[in-house]
């Protein structure tokens, strides 16, 4: 589903991403954690190509991209890149001026072209799937930051990408909003949603990922199954890592 090799991302002569190699497969959900600063929102820019890595290659659903640092991608390469994946932001980026259900249908109705009244049957399902179908009339305002950001999931599957991006989804609520959430989440890896993960909620990363990368420095220091790097990592970067961020329960 996802193949990266040798991805680098440099800022001027910050080098963010340093020589990146991954793979994820269909339906697999991978949970990406490290220290801030690591580069994992970058990597998952890459990934949705808003960020244009500097050298390497990517594929995702079977498109391919070469990157060179003075050579760009034609618009059209990136644009195939962005319709197989979906992306969820910290903050919610909803249209303020829309209902809770034309945002989620805007996107298939003006780049997918699709009739208004498919999309507002498709988005109803997804409504109901993250339990917000009652607030289909609603405005963003009228929202909690954990009503806003389910409707925020809903109009990323909207698009029927291949791949579903989350980063940092939980980062911007309020304590006890961050449940309902994950719980979406949760329910999405039971559905066999193919998903690539950035969060700092380490328990929730054990719960939900089938494998866990640490990043840091650019670099993957490590990944494995969650049983095994939470309980058992092998690197002392993770070691130390983990002790500052995450307790068994």
Do not use: W
């Not at 040798?6 to 954690?33: A, H, M, P, Y």
């Not at 298939?108 to 607030?135: F, N």
């Not at 909690?144 to 940092?168: K, T």
């Not at 719960?207 to 990944?223: P, S």
């Amino acid at each position: 589903m996802i193949e990266i090799v040798n991805l680098t991302k440099s800022f001027g002569s910050s080098e963010v991403i340093r020589g990146v190699d991954l793979s994820v497969k269909q339906g697999e959900v991978l949970v990406i954690i490290g220290p801030s600063g690591s580069g994992k929102s970058t990597l998952l820019r890459c990934i949705n190509v808003l960020e244009i890595p500097t050298g390497g290659r990517l594929t995702v659903g079977g498109s391919s991209l070469e990157f060179q640092e003075r050579r760009k991608p034609k618009p059209s390469q990136l644009l195939e890149i962005r319709r197989k994946t979906g992306m969820v932001f910290q903050a919610y980026h909803l249209f303020p001026h829309r209902t809770v259900l034309q945002n989620v249908m805007e996107g298939p109705v003006t780049v997918q072209k699709k009739k208004k009244g498919e999309a507002r049957a498709a988005a109803m399902t997804l409504l109901q799937k993250v339990g917000l179908e009652q607030k289909a009339d609603s405005y963003p305002h009228s929202l909690s930051g954990g009503q806003q950001q389910r409707v925020s999931i809903a109009r990323a599957m909207a698009m029927d990408p291949d791949v579903l991006l989350f980063d940092e989804p939980t980062s911007a609520l309020d304590p006890e909003l961050v449940g309902e959430v994950l719980k979406v989440i949760k329910q999405l890896a039971v559905e066999g949603m193919t998903m690539v993960i950035v969060t700092h909620e380490m328990k929730f990363a054990r719960e939900v990922a089938d494998r866990v990368i640490l990043l840091a420095d650019g670099v993957i220091v490590e990944e494995g199954p969650p049983e095994q790097l939470f309980s058992r990592p092998k690197h002392e970067r993770t070691v130390q890592f983990l002790s500052l961020t995450y307790r068994e329960m």
